[in-house]
């Protein structure tokens, strides 16, 4: 059905003496809202800053038909991450992927270093590059990490702002250490079959360091020593029943830690400062001693001690033959503030080798 304009009266215009403007009026009012819908409709442009740590990264929308120009990104010092746009692969849409800035790696870096930068590189193309901004500056400046003189130096990466000390509170791993002290009878019941068998490398035992420690591994470097767990089977239960148990990369490892009369481990740094030690004393002479970042301590037998090895550290056994070997079950755990963004990430990165 036909309509027209002039169904809806309006009052004569009085300024202009004559009929009514009804057409004219109705002509302008579609025709505003008409630039309102179009207005409302179209994607809005947008560009602005985003910060990150030590430096900045650009976050830039364009069409599938303007690709970014690397000469524009991030500056070459900064280890930010840039915000570029990245064609799909029907070429009909774009959605913005975060990637690594344009910066070359450092020149300074190890080899090992640029290894593990590759790993990660890999994980963010097969997942995500969400919250691995502290491992990718962790990995960038970790040359820097090893020349400097620090009381704290992981010589195999570093997690930049992570709270450390040498020694942790119980309330860190409260679950773990509960269990662990809770299966403390049977642990050092499985430990004494063992060690009743002797100590040889052919019964599951590897000498590590000085003369004198020994260790009988239920997990090295992230692998599990399958003859070794059939070995104490309750124990191996027990690792599995652990929360933050590092299980998955060549930074964990369990097991049992002997260390013989008057042997001393000189001034060491672990590998890294994402793990926290924990200790369980099985069998601790009263002349054994432990010393972290300056800090010394002491084992107790049927308890633990959560202690962070990236800082210097050194373990001695000054008493006789008379007071036996120092022994403790030793599992690492996750530092309590790597998220799990990052612990899946460094699983990726730290991958064992089989």
Same mark, same amino acid.
């Given at each position: 059905?036909?309509?027209?304009?002039? $169904?809806?009266?309006?009052?004569?215009?009085? $300024?202009?003496?004559?009929?009514?403007?009804?057409?004219?009026?109705?002509?302008?009012?579609?025709?505003?809202?008409?630039?309102?819908?179009?207005?409302?409709?179209?994607?809005?442009?947008?560009?602005? &800053?985003?910060?990150?740590?030590?430096?900045?990264?650009?976050?830039?929308?364009?069409?599938?038909?303007?690709?970014?120009?690397?000469?524009?990104?991030?500056?070459?010092?900064?280890? /930010?991450?840039? &915000?570029?746009?990245?064609?799909?692969?029907?070429?009909?849409?774009?959605?913005?992927?975060?990637?690594?800035?344009?910066?070359?790696?450092?020149?300074?870096?190890? /080899?090992?270093?640029?290894?593990?930068?590759?790993?990660?590189?890999?994980?963010?193309?097969?997942?995500?590059?969400?919250? &691995?901004?502290?491992?990718?500056?962790?990995?960038?400046?970790?040359?820097?990490?090893?020349?400097?003189?620090?009381?704290?130096?992981?010589?195999?990466?570093?997690?930049?702002?992570?709270?450390?000390?040498?020694?942790?509170?119980?309330? /860190?791993?409260?679950?773990?250490?509960?269990?662990?002290?809770?299966?403390?009878?049977?642990?050092?019941?499985?430990?004494?079959?063992?060690?009743?068998?002797?100590?040889?490398?052919?019964?599951?035992?590897?000498?590590?360091?000085?003369?004198?420690?020994?260790?009988?591994?239920?997990?090295?470097?992230?692998?599990?020593?399958?003859?070794?767990?059939?070995?104490?089977?309750?124990?191996?239960?027990?690792?599995?029943?652990?929360?933050?148990?590092?299980?998955?990369?060549?930074?964990?490892?369990?097991?049992?830690?002997?260390?013989?009369?008057?042997?001393?481990?000189?001034?060491?740094?672990?590998?890294?400062?994402?793990?926290?030690?924990?200790?369980?004393?099985?069998?601790?002479?009263?002349?054994?001693?432990?010393?972290?970042?300056?800090?010394?301590?002491?084992?107790?037998?049927?308890?633990?001690?959560?202690?962070?090895?990236?800082?210097?550290?050194?373990?001695?056994?000054?008493?006789?033959?008379?007071?036996?070997?120092?022994?403790?079950?030793?599992?690492?755990?996750?530092?309590?503030?790597?998220?799990?963004?990052?612990?899946?990430?460094?699983?990726?990165?730290?991958?064992?080798?089989?």
């Amino acid at each position: 059905m036909p309509w027209s304009l002039d $169904l809806v009266p309006l009052p004569p215009c009085a $300024l202009l003496g004559g009929p009514p403007l009804s057409g004219l009026l109705w002509t302008v009012l579609l025709l505003f809202l008409w630039y309102c819908y179009r207005v409302g409709s179209d994607p809005p442009s947008h560009s602005g &800053m985003l910060k990150s740590g030590s430096g900045r990264s650009s976050f830039s929308r364009s069409s599938s038909r303007s690709p970014v120009d690397p000469r524009h990104s991030a500056p070459k010092a900064s280890a /930010a991450i840039t &915000m570029e746009t990245v064609e799909e692969e029907e070429g009909t849409e774009s959605y913005l992927t975060p990637v690594l800035s344009h910066a070359p790696f450092p020149t300074e870096a190890a /080899a090992e270093s640029r290894k593990l930068y590759r790993a990660l590189q890999e994980y963010a193309k097969r997942y995500s590059w969400a919250g &691995m901004g502290r491992i990718h500056k962790g990995l960038r400046n970790q040359a820097r990490i090893n020349d400097r003189p620090s009381i704290q130096k992981p010589h195999l990466f570093y997690l930049p702002d992570v709270p450390s000390i040498p020694f942790f509170p119980r309330d /860190a791993h409260r679950h773990d250490i509960e269990v662990l002290e809770a299966s403390y009878p049977i642990i050092l019941a499985e430990f004494q079959a063992v060690y009743q068998r002797g100590i040889d490398t052919k019964l599951g035992w590897s000498y590590q360091g000085p003369k004198g420690q020994t260790v009988f591994p239920l997990y090295n470097a992230g692998v599990c020593v399958a003859s070794n767990c059939r070995a104490c089977p309750c124990t191996y239960r027990t690792l599995l029943s652990l929360r933050t148990f590092i299980s998955s990369n060549s930074l964990g490892s369990a097991g049992f830690w002997l260390l013989g009369p008057g042997a001393t481990l000189g001034g060491a740094y672990g590998p890294t400062n994402t793990r926290l030690r924990c200790h369980l004393g099985l069998q601790t002479p009263a002349q054994c001693e432990l010393v972290v970042g300056g800090e010394p301590q002491c084992w107790s037998e049927g308890h633990c001690l959560l202690v962070d090895d990236s800082f210097l550290h050194t373990i001695s056994h000054n008493g006789g033959a008379e007071d036996g070997p120092r022994v403790i079950f030793s599992v690492d755990l996750w530092h309590p503030n790597v998220a799990a963004a990052e612990r899946q990430a460094l699983d990726y990165i730290f991958a064992p080798e089989q």
